[in-house]
């Protein structure tokens, strides 16, 4: 530990003259036997020398060297006298005052109470006292007070009241290593010191235990043996003061007492300071000011880690009463007088003003007993009486406001509550823009660097700018890009807080709205930073680019949220790294003031306003989805917290639940949304669908799937889905509906109940097909409605099952809505194909049904879904397979009966027939018009659908049907056979069916010639040349009669080909 230099140097050597100075003086006599009177005409060159050391100093530490010296002194009269040369050996190696101390001659405590007295070092008195151990404090204490008692001088009451000051006052300092090195040479000396003369018994403590409270109480029998001593009214003033003090901190305030607020603290030292302003004999009156401050804040930081004795109390409150009872008259008129106010006048008026406040509040709190209650009763009344006839001093504190001035004293030196001056000063608007203002905040810029700092800098900054007073723009610019390098220098989190506050303070347009000429590079800065980002977006540089949008989102929050969503959805896979960027600020989820019942996120505000209904291509919406996704789930970055800035109830509420209409031109990119929406969320653990209220989501479903069933009746512009997004819907009408249902328990029973009810009533104005959709989630509480003419021809239970009235379902349609049913889903198919009654021993019934069947189908098939249409195909194959169906087979396109083993092949004719049929009767003159042009291009594609699958079966019927084992011929012709008449069926459909719709047909055409011609190929065996030229020629005539040219001669080079 560095203490500086304790050996033999200039300053010793002046120290070591002023004592041989002392001695030469006192001679024949040894300093030793200093008493008290001697002191005025032996004890000169000593305190002479002490102050050329601390002028000669100056320059450097003179407080210091004082302190030095003075520990020097001290050691020196604690240190015990070497006994053999062997001793004073060791001393002098482990010593590190020996050596000095040998400089200075043996000394009293006299000399030392009188050096410290002839100093006014009260302060160092206290600082040095308090390092020793507390036996030893205790001792030197009461040697003290016994040399003060002794022909007590005015200087002795002033210097005594000033250490008893000093003893409230004092806060250790640990890190002091020159008060470290005097407490650890005290502890050395203990085992001899313990033999010096000890205090009273009562007054002892262990030797390591803070001895405060004893040497207070010391302090006070002190004060009653000099009382008589206390002749001038300043000192009477400081004595009540220090007494009332004493009581107000120690005896009388609650354990844990609230610190005075900031600006109390702050408008206490103003008032401690301007008093000593205008006490032009107050020590401190010439001091600068941070000495004042310093000081000042000592003055009214009294804290108390204990309590003083009940004894010491009452003996304290006694006291006062007689002193009051004895001074009060004559300070009341000097109090009262047209004399200015001294610090010490009003320091009594203060003290005891809080006095009486901490006695009124002890005497109704405490359990005092009867003899206390009534002497602290007495006293309470003589203060407030005291007080009532001195009330001016309080209210004259000078008319200077220095407040600004000490809290940037404060700040600049970083005392106690600096920090806490930090937010008087950002928010104190007068004091803000002066020219000392401006450079505490430039020059302790790093003070600044909290979120509520930044935000109460930036509304001075803009009260600043909008009112009248003159300041110049260069100087609110510098200010703002100082406050502005205070909020980069933050945490992200709390960015955050910063962001948070200016949303809530000044809106969605942040800073700019309000200092537009300070930020008009805020554009050319955004689209500067931004283009950087997009062009080098990787998550490496993730940090960085946050940090960069970090300062534009103050700016101008809305604009650089509603850039980087805008860039988000235009450049192409770049927005999951804009989307970290945005979910890096969950301040984003500021909720805009719009209206009473508004919940509108700005997120959600900026999405809307900024890139919602404006996509120019497929991809944009793509990007838009997988933006939406990230916002709502974000990808965890290292080292950067992230926060979701949508919530998946809030993009339902905002981007689904408006939408879910076919002539809303976003319905599709809501379903989109929606099922996004409920896949990615579904493993949350909390409920998150009741906040957006999941039964009016499944009606708004329903009501768009009820839309279908009228499709080509609605006119082209009110049909912004196609009917292959109905099968989307439904999924997600099935995928919420088993989410509801396994929350149900969410709902009290009650409330479970009314919502199905509601529910279930608001299904009545819909097609009844819907409501067989929620079949399983009304199971147990309402029967499935269905036409009365679906009874007929199956067997429902009415316990499951009841019927209704339904318009356009009269006699003879109960097959129509049987296929409507199996539309629905295969297990609902699967379903409604074992209640079917239809007896399959009676030619005449399947006969009926078969024709039923293909009626039904003509009247299903254009508003099926491909999803639904898939179901009627494999019901129709279950339906052959059970015989229930009868498809006729015509030899309408052979030219020779062909002799081959087509039973493999059955249900494929069959269908092929059965498509063929249905065409047939769609273009008939009754059903011609039912359709749209787009109508037609829909079924052709299903049936482009059912006919791909058939060539499928076909190949794999061939290749590896079970027909094939056993058998020496395989099945090759059988499939060629089939291909030509699926060929025919194609072309033959063609020829009925407008030209513009014809294209997936001419496709599914040229790819059946290819299976033909593939199969052919591959076994070259089966075939003859005289059958093959035939069949070429056979197929050459078919397409003979198809139209347009171009796809006419197509057709012909593929089967010449062959």
Request: one cysteine or more; charged letters at 20%.
């Amino acid at each position: 530990m560095d203490l500086g230099p304790l050996n033999i140097c200039e300053e010793m050597t002046i120290l070591h003259g002023g004592f041989l100075l002392a001695e030469q003086l006192f001679h024949p006599k040894a300093l030793a036997e200093l008493t008290k009177s001697d002191w005025e005409h032996v004890g000169r060159p000593i305190v002479e020398a002490l102050r050329e050391i601390s002028s000669a100093a100056a320059h450097s530490q003179p407080f210091a060297w004082k302190k030095k010296a003075l520990i020097i002194i001290w050691a020196k009269v604690l240190q015990p006298q070497p006994v053999t040369s062997s001793d004073a050996d060791t001393r002098w190696q482990e010593d590190v005052f020996f050596s000095v101390g040998n400089m200075i001659p043996t000394l009293n405590h006299t000399v030392l109470f009188e050096l410290l007295k002839s100093l006014e070092a009260s302060g160092l008195f206290i600082q040095l006292l308090m390092a020793l151990p507390a036996t030893v404090c205790c001792a030197e204490l009461e040697r003290f007070l016994e040399h003060v008692s002794i022909d007590t001088s005015s200087e002795d009451v002033a210097f005594f009241l000033d250490v008893w000051w000093e003893m409230m006052k004092h806060r250790g300092n640990p890190q002091d290593p020159l008060l470290s090195q005097f407490s650890s040479m005290a502890h050395k000396y203990l085992p001899v010191l313990d033999e010096f003369p000890r205090p009273p018994k009562r007054l002892r403590s262990e030797p390591d235990v803070c001895p405060t409270m004893p040497l207070l109480a010391m302090l006070l029998r002190g004060l009653m043996q000099i009382q008589s001593q206390i002749l001038g009214l300043g000192r009477k003033c400081c004595a009540l003061a220090n007494l009332a003090d004493m009581l107000s901190v120690f005896a009388l305030t609650e354990d844990d007492p609230q610190e005075v607020s900031a600006t109390v603290y702050l408008d206490k030292l103003a008032t401690v300071i301007s008093v000593w302003n205008s006490d032009t004999q107050n020590p401190y009156h010439q001091q600068a000011l941070a000495e004042k401050v310093k000081e000042a804040e000592r003055d009214v930081s009294l804290t108390s880690l204990a309590k003083l004795p009940s004894e010491t109390i009452f003996a304290g409150l006694e006291l006062m009463r007689a002193l009051l009872g004895e001074w009060g008259e004559e300070l009341q008129a000097m109090l009262c007088s047209s004399q200015g106010t001294s610090y010490d006048s009003y320091r009594l008026c203060d003290s005891l003003t809080s006095f009486s406040q901490n006695l009124a509040l002890y005497l109704n709190c405490a359990n005092l007993p009867e003899e206390e209650r009534q002497v602290a009763s007495e006293l309470a009344e003589c203060v407030r009486d005291f007080l009532s006839k001195t009330s001016r001093v309080l209210k004259n504190r000078g008319s200077q406001d220095i407040t600004a001035s000490i809290a940037m004293a404060i700040i600049q030196q970083k005392m106690d509550r600096h920090m806490e001056m930090c937010y008087i000063f950002a928010s104190e608007k007068k004091w803000a823009f002066s020219d000392e203002w401006v450079a505490c905040l430039l020059t302790n810029r790093a003070l600044f660097r909290e979120p509520d700092l930044v935000l109460s800098l930036l509304e001075t900054v803009l009260d600043a700018s909008t009112t009248d007073r003159a300041i110049p723009k260069p100087q609110i610019r510098q200010v703002l890009h100082s406050v502005l390098e205070c909020y980069a220098d933050l945490s992200l989190p709390d960015k955050n807080k910063v962001l948070a506050g200016v949303l809530h303070s000044w809106g969605k347009k942040g800073l700019s709205e309000k200092l537009p000429a300070y930020v008009e590079s805020f554009p050319e800065d955004l689209n500067t930073t931004l283009n950087q980002l997009t062009q080098s977006a990787s998550e490496q540089g993730l940090t960085k680019a946050v940090a960069s949008v970090a300062r534009l989102m103050i700016v101008h929050p809305e604009a650089t949220v509603k850039k980087i969503c805008s860039l988000a959805v235009v450049n192409i896979g770049t927005h999951k790294f804009l989307a970290q960027i945005l979910t890096a600020f969950p301040a984003l989820r500021f909720v805009e003031e719009q209206g009473r019942n508004s919940s509108t996120t700005f997120m959600v505000s900026c999405l809307k306003e900024t890139v919602w209904a404006k996509f120019s291509t497929p991809k944009e919406e793509k990007q838009f989805l997988e933006l939406l996704n990230c916002l709502m789930n974000p990808a965890k970055p290292q080292g950067i917290p992230v926060a979701a800035l949508l919530e998946p109830d809030e993009v339902l509420k905002e981007f689904v639940l408006s939408f879910l209409m076919l002539d809303v031109e976003e319905v599709d990119l809501s379903l989109k949304i929606f099922l996004q929406t409920l896949e990615a969320n579904a493993c949350l653990e909390e409920y998150w669908l009741q906040a957006c209220s999941p039964f009016p989501l499944l009606f708004s479903l329903c009501q768009l799937l009820d839309s279908f069933s009228k499709y080509w009746q609605l006119p082209k512009e009110k049909r912004h889905l196609s009917l292959e997004r109905k099968d989307l819907a439904a999924h997600i009408l099935e995928l919420l509906c088993e989410i509801v249902l396994a929350n149900a328990e969410t709902f009290s029973p009650d409330a479970w109940i009314k919502s199905l009810s509601w529910l279930h009533r608001k299904l009545e104005q819909l097609d009844w097909t819907v409501g067989l959709r929620l079949k399983t989630f009304f199971e147990g509480h309402f029967k499935c409605e269905v036409p009365a003419t679906l009874f007929e021809i199956c067997k429902l239970s009415e316990d499951e099952w009841t019927s209704q009235a339904h318009p356009g379902y009269g006699p003879g349609t109960g097959l129509l809505a049987w296929m409507e049913c199996c539309c629905i889903s295969s297990s609902l198919s699967e379903r409604m194909l074992s209640l079917l009654v239809v007896d399959v021993g009676s030619p005449e019934e399947v006969r009926l049904f078969s024709k039923g069947f293909l009626v039904a189908l003509v009247q299903v098939m254009p508003w099926c879904s491909p999803q639904e249409w898939q179901h009627l195909h494999h019901l129709t194959r279950r339906l052959l397979e059970k015989q229930l169906l009868h498809v006729p087979y015509s030899l309408e396109y052979i030219q020779f009966v062909p002799l081959l083993n087509l039973k493999p092949f059955a249900q494929e004719l069959q269908l092929s027939v059965l498509f063929l049929r249905t065409f047939q009767f769609l273009c008939s003159q009754s059903c011609q018009n039912w359709l749209p042009l787009e109508g037609w291009n829909h079924v052709v594609r299903l049936l482009c659908g059912s006919l791909t699958s058939l060539l499928d079966s076909v190949r794999l019927i061939q290749s590896v049907g079970p027909w094939t084992q056993g058998q020496e011929q395989d099945l090759t012709q059988e499939a060629l056979f089939v291909y030509t008449q699926v060929f025919c069926h194609a072309l033959h459909i063609m020829a009925m069916l407008h030209q513009e719709v014809c294209e997936p047909l001419y496709v599914l055409a040229l790819e059946t010639l290819t299976c033909y011609e593939t199969l052919s190929k591959a076994n070259p065996s089966v075939t003859s040349l005289l059958q093959k030229v035939n069949e070429q020629r056979f197929l050459k005539s078919i397409a003979e009669n198809i139209s347009p040219e171009g796809r006419r001669q197509t057709l012909l080079q593929k089967i010449s080909s062959f």
